[in-house]
Structure formats: C-alpha cells, structure tokens
C-alpha cells in the first residue's frame, strides 16, 4: 500500500526476486558398500515378510521458507541497510536446510567493507543471532548476507 506508492513516487523500480534451491547430490562411496549390513531376516528360513504396502509413505520434504518470506526479509534488508545510509539491493535468495543466502548488489559508491562494519547493526536490528557476510562470490560481482532460518530443515 504506502510504501508501493512510496516506491512508484521516488522512482525505485523492483525487479522480481530470483529464488534458487539448491539441489544436493551425494556420491555412493565404496566402503558402504564394503560394509553393507547383513540383512536382519537372512536365516528365517521359511517364514514371510509383510508386504511392503502395509508401511507408511514418507513424508515429503517441507520447504521451511516460503517465497514471499524471502521477498519480504528481503526488503527488510534493503530498507534496514538504507536506514544506516547503505544503498543495496537483494538480487537473488538462496535457501538452505539451516540459513537463506541473500546475494545483494551494493550501489554505486558503497564499499564492501560498510555492509561488513554494519553486520551486528543489521543482525540486532533484524532480531537474528548473527549474519554472515561473504565480501565476494566467485565468479559474481555481488555480496552476500547469510541470515540463519526460523527453523532448521533436519
């Protein structure tokens, strides 16, 4: 409401957030398989095992951050950071079983080593334990801020 209107008056145009979900791939190592445990019904002999459909599905794995979180701590940031005099915009967010990476793009002027000074400043003011900032992203001309999620995935 307000502050869209805020926005549209002093110009500041956003550009839809860019949400990537890691994908985790774990090789199969060798000696797991060297020592695989022997299986608990080897020597039953002629008894039967219950059918498989009598278990349960697993549940599926819950996204703990939704994607209008992320939209909103993202704005969060941006705002937070200019109410220090830090101009930055949140470019891309990243979440992870235990914290969300917000990839931001200082303006013109801003020098990495403000955003560094302000961590603490940013954390109280966002009421988070700490954040965690990466001063370069190889192979990416932005910074970025590691927040700790609400709730770890385990």
Do not use: C, W
């Not at 502050?3 to 500041?12: A, C, N, S, V, Y």
Request: proline share 7%; charged share 25%.
């Amino acid at each position: 409401g307000a502050e869209r209107q805020l926005e549209r008056d002093l110009g500041i145009e956003h550009v839809p957030l860019v949400i990537e979900t890691p994908v985790i791939e774990v090789p199969q190592s060798t000696r797991v398989a060297k020592e695989r445990q022997q299986t608990l019904f080897a020597d039953v002999g002629d008894a039967k095992l219950p059918q498989v459909d009598l278990l349960d599905a697993a549940p599926g794995r819950q996204e703990t951050v939704t994607p209008e979180s992320l939209e909103m701590t993202s704005r969060l940031i941006e705002k937070k950071l200019r109410d220090f005099g830090v101009e930055v915009h949140v470019v891309a967010a990243s979440p992870g079983p235990v914290i969300t990476r917000y990839e931001i793009e200082p303006a013109t002027g801003v020098k990495g080593s403000q955003v560094v000074n302000l961590a603490k400043d940013l954390a109280r003011s966002l009421s988070l334990v700490s954040i965690r900032v990466v001063e370069t992203i190889p192979g990416k001309n932005y910074m970025a801020l590691e927040l700790p999620n609400a709730r770890r995935q385990t």
